[in-house]
């Protein structure tokens, strides 16, 4: 799977927007950007994924570049409970038996000030 | 709670012991993941099974380390002769390929369970 980039932490005052990029410059064709969060002390949490349309869901928005070389991941009104790291991977989809794992890089902590 | 359970949620060993963890996942997905967590580092990959079957191994699950997901519900980790090394979050995540219609799902979410944290010391 292609590797991502993230800022190791950001800070975001309590509700405003979140933006947290993502680079992802040796992405393929067929690699989906994912997103997943992690609360401290509690399993990695699904946000949000997409190919090459940007995306929102009740929780979060991404926004995907043309050249699919980057992404950043929407948080519109950031609370307390936002406080997490962020990661952002990059995957095929493979049907049948093939795994599926998730590959992890270090994520974005991001502290959300009250 | 229909989520992932994990069992113990902490577990302190001495070096050498052998320990178990167990897993049990959303009941109508057929697809379970073990990952380990250490701290400051994301979750790291260490096998899946589909059903019954083991299908993947990563290099990190060294022979020491035994799953099991014996009727294709449940999920077993054993770590025989624990070393200080093996301290870490594991994590165990399900998912499914299947709609409820049969439809193969178009991107395999994965649902973590709370991890079972290892002290060994």
């Known amino acids: 799977d292609a590797k991502t980039t993230q800022p190791p932490s950001m800070d975001c005052a309590e509700g405003r927007a979140a933006n947290l990029p993502c680079n992802h410059s040796t992405i393929s064709g067929n690699e989906y950007v994912y997103w997943y969060r992690q609360i401290h002390s509690q399993g990695p949490q699904y946000i949000i994924h997409g190919l090459k349309n940007n995306e929102t869901n009740e929780m979060a928005s991404l926004i995907i570049t043309e050249d699919r070389k980057s992404s950043t991941l929407i948080l519109p009104h950031a609370t307390l409970r936002d406080t997490a790291v962020y990661y952002c991977?990059?995957?095929?989809?493979?049907?049948?038996?093939?795994?599926?794992?998730?590959?992890f890089g270090t994520g974005t902590l991001l502290a959300v000030q009250p | 709670d229909t989520g992932v359970s994990q069992d113990p949620r902490h577990k302190i060993t001495k070096r050498g012991q052998n320990v178990t963890f167990r897993c049990d996942p959303i009941?109508?997905?057929?697809?379970l993941y073990w990952y380990r967590q250490t701290l400051g580092q994301g979750p790291e990959f260490l096998t899946y099974?589909?059903?019954?079957?083991?299908?993947?191994k990563s290099r990190l699950l060294s022979d020491r380390f035994s799953a099991e997901r014996p009727k294709g519900s449940f999920s077993t980790l054993e770590i025989q002769r624990t070393e200080q090394g093996d301290s870490a979050m594991y994590l165990c995540?399900?998912?499914?390929?299947?709609f409820g219609t049969g439809q193969l799902s178009s991107y395999n979410e994965q649902f973590f369970g709370p991890g079972t944290r290892l002290t060994v010391l």
């Open positions: 991977i990059v995957r095929v989809l493979n049907y049948g038996g093939a795994t599926n794992k998730l590959i």
């Open positions: 995540a399900s998912s499914s390929t299947f």
């Open positions: 009941s109508e997905h057929n697809r």
């Open positions: 099974f589909q059903n019954e079957a083991q299908l993947e």
